[in-house]
C-alpha cells in the first residue's frame, strides 16, 4: 500500500532488484510515502538478530515477537518528531539537551535527561548515549517507585508482605520490574486472591463436615479408612458373590494358576501379592483384622485397627460388613468435602493453611497500596522511559531500516547485516553468510529453495556461556569453492559478532551447486569413483570367492580327499577357450576403434587439435557447467531468511561474483616465500611420462612420413608456347 510522494528517492541495483538509498532525514520523512512493493522485506522477527533487543521491544508496541512494516513507520514518525536535529540518527554522537526539540514531549525529555546526568554525576555538555541507560537498575533503583505499576519485594520493607510477593510469585510467576527484579502486579495480586479465597470458602466449609466421631486423631483415621476402602468393600462383596453362588467361593478366592506362578518369585516385596484379596472368603461376614490377613495390606489394617475400630469399636478382632458401613458413613462428609477441594494453582505450592492464613491477614489490599504509590511516578518515570527509547533508535534504527526497507548493509558489504551472526571457518575456507537458526531440520525444509549450498552446524561453548546459552545452530551458505570434503560430522569454527569462538559440527548439509570450476571436473571425478568403486566391488568379490573355495575345498577334502583331488586337477579346456575368445573380440573391437580414432586425428591440421581437445572436454563437461551455471544464477537470499520468519519482498539474488566475495578460500599472504619441495609426498610414477614421450615420438615420425612438415613449394609457371 502506497501514497503518492514527491520526494526524489535515489536507489540502487543490487541482487537482482531496485533498493532505496536512506541517506538524509528527508529519506526517512518521505518513507511513509514510498510504496511498500519497492521494499526488501515487509516483516521480520526480533530473535536471532545482531540489534539491541531493548530497542526492538520498543518498536513491537504488540508484543508478538515480530516487527512489521507499519510499525517501523510508526517508530521512524516517533523519532522524527522528538529529536531537534534527525541528522543525528545519521552520526554517532551522544544526544544533549540542545537535542530535543522546543515541544511538550521534548521538554518532558529535557527534564529527565537532566535528572540522568545528575544520577551519573556528568556535566550536561557531554550528553548520553544508549550505554548509559543499559542498566536499567541505575535509572529505576529496586527499592523505588518506577511508575510501571509493578512491585517487587524490594518496594517494602515489611518482611510478611515481602514474603507474599514471594508467594506469589512462586505460584503464578512473575513480571519484570523496571529495575529488573521479578516483581507482581494488580492483575497478578487479585488472581492469586481470588483463588486464596476460593480455598478459604472450602476450609470453613469444612467445619460442617468434621470427623470427629472417627476417634481424637481424625487425620490418621480417614487416613486408614481411604487406604483400605476399595480394599474392605471388594472383600464383602466377594462374600456376597459366595453367599449367591457356592461356585463362586474358590473362584472368587486366589486362583490356583496365580498361586503357582507367584510361587516361583521372590516374595520379599509384598507389592507383588498386593492385588489378591484382602482376606479369605472362608471368614465370612467377619473380616479378621489380624490374622488370615494378605502380608501386602497388613500395615494399612494394622493402622485401620489402632485409629478407626479401637475408638469406635474397642478392641475387637473382626469387624462385620455393617460395621465397617457403620465405620464409613461417619467419613462420608468428609470425602465429599475433600472432592470439593479447589482445584487451583496456589495450593500445587503453598499449604492450605497458608493461604487461609493470608486471606484472613487482609493483605491484599496492602498490596493494592503498593501497586497504587507507584504508579503515582508514573508519569516522571515515563519521561526516563521515552528518553531510553529515543537514545536506542538514535543509535540503531537507520541500521535497522538498512536491512529491512534495503538490504544496503548486505550488499554494500562494508559492515554485516543484521541477520548475520558471523563467520565459520571450515575446510579452508570462510563463510561470511551466516544465520542463527532454531529448528534445523523445519529451516533447511524452506531454505533448500534458496538453490545455495547450505552447511548446518550445532555450536557449542562449554563452560563459557555466551548470553547464558552454551550451545546454538547456525546455517552457512557456502558460495564459492568446491564440495571438497563438506559433509556430516565435519568441525570448524565459529566466530559470533562479539568475537566469541563456538565449536561448529556439521550436523546437516543441503546439496547444490559451488561454483561453475566444480561443475566442471564433476563428470570426470564421478566416473572416477565409478570406476573406483567398481574395482573395489570385483575385488572383493574375488576375495570372498576364494575365501569360500578354501573353505569348500577343505569341507570336501575332509570327506573325500581323492575325488576332490581329482576335481581340481580337471582342466575344461572349452570354458577357457570361449573365455580368451571373448577377450579377443574385446582387443579387437577396442583397437579398432582406436586406429578410427587415431587415423582420424592423423588427416587433421596440427593446429585442429587444440581444437578438437576443447571440443571433447566441452562435450564432457559443457551440460553440468550449464546446469550449474543456471543454478548459480536463481542462488537466492529470500528463503535462506524467510525460513527464520521473515517477509522477504524481492529476489534477493546472490550471482556468482557476490558469492565469491560472501565465501573467501585460503590464499598465501603477499610476499610469502614458498617451497615446493615436499619430503614425504608419494613418488610420481614414471611410466605416464615415458608413455607420452612414445606418443610424441610416435606423431612427430608420422608427421614426417606424411609431409606435415615439409615446406609447400609453388612449381614455376610454364613458359609461354
Excluded at 472450602?202 to 487406604?227: F, K, N, R, T, Y
Excluded at 493483605?363 to 528518553?387: I, N, T, Y
Excluded at 568475537?499 to 559451488?514: E, F, L, M, P, Y
Aim: glycine share 8%; aromatic share 8%.
Amino acid at each position: 500500500m502506497g501514497v503518492l510522494s514527491t520526494h526524489r528517492w535515489k536507489f540502487f541495483r543490487a541482487g537482482g532488484f531496485d533498493q532505496v538509498q536512506l541517506e538524509t532525514p528527508e529519506d526517512l520523512a518521505a518513507l511513509r510515502g514510498l510504496d511498500q512493493k519497492l521494499w526488501a522485506a515487509l516483516a521480520c522477527p526480533t530473535r536471532n538478530l545482531e540489534l539491541d533487543q531493548r530497542m526492538l521491544a520498543y518498536i513491537d508496541t504488540n508484543g508478538d515477537g515480530r516487527i512489521r512494516a507499519p510499525e517501523i513507520l510508526d517508530a521512524v514518525d516517533w523519532t522524527l518528531a522528538h529529536l531537534a536535529d534527525p541528522q543525528s540518527l545519521f552520526r554517532e554522537e551522544p544526544l544533549t539537551l540542545a537535542s530535543f526539540p522546543d515541544t511538550a514531549d521534548g521538554h518532558r525529555l529535557a527534564s529527565a535527561a537532566q535528572r540522568l546526568l545528575k544520577v551519573l554525576g556528568r556535566d550536561p555538555e557531554q550528553g548520553l548515549t544508549a550505554a548509559d541507560t543499559d542498566d536499567l537498575a541505575a535509572l529505576f533503583p529496586p527499592g523505588e517507585t518506577n511508575g510501571d505499576g509493578l512491585v517487587p519485594a524490594s518496594l517494602t520493607s515489611d518482611a510478611g508482605l515481602q514474603a507474599v510477593i514471594a508467594d506469589i510469585i512462586s505460584c503464578l510467576g512473575g513480571e519484570q520490574d523496571r529495575s529488573g527484579e521479578p516483581a507482581v502486579s494488580e492483575a497478578l495480586i487479585n488472581e492469586f486472591f481470588d483463588q486464596a479465597r476460593q480455598v478459604q470458602e472450602w476450609q470453613q466449609g469444612g467445619a460442617q463436615h468434621g470427623v470427629q466421631s472417627l476417634g481424637p486423631d481424625e487425620e490418621q483415621a480417614v487416613a486408614a479408612i481411604s487406604a483400605l476402602r476399595d480394599k474392605i468393600d471388594d472383600y464383602f462383596t466377594r462374600v456376597e458373590m459366595a453367599a449367591f453362588d457356592p461356585r463362586a467361593a474358590s473362584i472368587m478366592n486366589a486362583d490356583e494358576a496365580e498361586l503357582t506362578r507367584l510361587s516361583a518369585l521372590n516374595l520379599a516385596d509384598a507389592s507383588q501379592i498386593a492385588d489378591l484379596p484382602l482376606a479369605s472368603l472362608q471368614y465370612g461376614e467377619s473380616l479378621p483384622l489380624q490374622q488370615g490377613i494378605n502380608p501386602a495390606w497388613r500395615p494399612a489394617m494394622q493402622a485401620l485397627r489402632e485409629h478407626v475400630v479401637r475408638p469406635v469399636l474397642g478392641d475387637v478382632e473382626s469387624i462385620t460388613r455393617s460395621q465397617w458401613q457403620e465405620l464409613t458413613a461417619r467419613s462420608d462428609d468428609y470425602f465429599a468435602w475433600q472432592a470439593a477441594k479447589p482445584q487451583v494453582r496456589i495450593l500445587e505450592v503453598l499449604s492450605v493453611e497458608r493461604v487461609v492464613e493470608l486471606v484472613e491477614q487482609g493483605v491484599q489490599p496492602r498490596l493494592l497500596e503498593l501497586v497504587a504509590r507507584d504508579l503515582e511516578v508514573a508519569e516522571a518515570a515515563g519521561g526516563l522511559v521515552d528518553l531510553d527509547k529515543l537514545l536506542r533508535l538514535q543509535r540503531g534504527l537507520v541500521t535497522l531500516l538498512r536491512n529491512f526497507v534495503s538490504f544496503q548493509n548486505f550488499y554494500w558489504r562494508r559492515e554485516k547485516a543484521i541477520f548475520q551472526a558471523g563467520r565459520l571457518y571450515i575446510d579452508g575456507r570462510s563463510c561470511d553468510l551466516v544465520v542463527e537458526v532454531g529448528d534445523v531440520d523445519a529451516h533447511s525444509a524452506v531454505a533448500a529453495n534458496s538453490e545455495s549450498f547450505l552447511l548446518y552446524c550445532a555450536c557449542t561453548r562449554r563452560g563459557q556461556p555466551v548470553r547464558d546459552r552454551e550451545t546454538l545452530n547456525i546455517v552457512a551458505a557456502v558460495t564459492a569453492g568446491e564440495q571438497s570434503e563438506l559433509a556430516v560430522g565435519r568441525n570448524g569454527l565459529f566466530y559470533d559478532r562479539d568475537g566469541n569462538d563456538w565449536d561448529a559440527t556439521v550436523v546437516k548439509v543441503v546439496q547444490s551447486a559451488i561454483s561453475v570450476r566444480e561443475a566442471f571436473w564433476s563428470p570426470y571425478r564421478r566416473v572416477s569413483k565409478l570406476v573406483s568403486d567398481q574395482i573395489q566391488k570385483f575385488a572383493a568379490s574375488r576375495d570372498d570367492a576364494l575365501v569360500n573355495n578354501a573353505a569348500a575345498q577343505v569341507g570336501t577334502s575332509a570327506t573325500a580327499p581323492a575325488e576332490a583331488s581329482a576335481a581340481s586337477k580337471t582342466f575344461d579346456i572349452a570354458k577357457f577357450a570361449g573365455i580368451f575368445a571373448a577377450i579377443g573380440l574385446a582387443v579387437g573391437a577396442l583397437g579398432a576403434a582406436l586406429a578410427a580414432i587415431f587415423s582420424g586425428l592423423m588427416s587433421l591440421q596440427w593446429w585442429q587439435w587444440p581444437l578438437v581437445v576443447v571440443g571433447v572436454l566441452l562435450a564432457i563437461s559443457g551440460p553440468s557447467m550449464l546446469m550449474a551455471w543456471f543454478k548459480l544464477r536463481r542462488r537466492n537470499l529470500g528463503p535462506i531468511l524467510d525460513a527464520n520468519g521473515w517477509a522477504v519482498n524481492s529476489q534477493a539474488r546472490i550471482n556468482i561474483a557476490f558469492g565469491t566475495a560472501l565465501t573467501q578460500l585460503a590464499t598465501l599472504p603477499g610476499g610469502s616465500a614458498r617451497s615446493l619441495r615436499d619430503p614425504y609426498a608419494a613418488r610420481r610414477p614414471v611410466w605416464p611420462w615415458l608413455l607420452l614421450l612414445v606418443v610424441v615420438l610416435g606423431l612427430a615420425l608420422f608427421g614426417l612420413q606424411a609431409g606435415w612438415f615439409s615446406a609447400s613449394v609453388t612449381p614455376p609457371a610454364a613458359p609461354p608456347a
